[in-house]
């Protein structure tokens, strides 16, 4: 799974780098310290859902969209449950991925900001979790 990362202080690692002012270990201990921000701006955007009895989130005939925060179209369900996703623009969905319960599953991976987007969890009943999008 793969997360957006900030681009300003990688810039600034370059300008540091490039006027002769930093060592070459100053770049690797940067991007050691930038990777949870980046965790952060993904995961911190989560909403928790909550699916219908069909299995399907955002609930009726609702799409909710993706952002810049991540990459991927992350879920964290309470319980094990295969997921996929849906598409607003043709209807079409991807394969089913099993998300194991409390932890993070990439449901769709390298997806545009503002796609519109259903989740259909495969099999009946309430389910809850968190998506990041």
Excluded: H
């Amino acid at each position: 799974m793969r997360i957006r990362s900030r681009v300003a202080p990688f810039a600034l690692t370059a300008i540091v780098l490039g006027s002769g002012l930093g060592l070459a270990t100053t770049a690797s201990a940067d991007s050691a310290a930038i990777a949870p921000a980046a965790t952060l701006s993904c995961y911190g955007s989560a909403k928790s859902y909550t699916t219908d009895n069909i299995g399907f989130w955002p609930t009726g005939a609702n799409y909710t969209y993706t952002t810049g925060n991540c990459l991927d179209i992350n879920v964290k369900p309470t319980a094990t449950r295969r997921v996929r996703v849906c598409w607003q623009s043709n209807g079409s969905c991807n394969a089913y991925r099993t998300a194991p319960a409390g932890q993070w599953t990439a449901a769709a991976s390298n997806v545009i900001d503002g796609v519109g987007y259903w989740l259909d969890f495969e099999g009946s009943g309430v389910g809850r979790g968190q998506v990041a999008a």
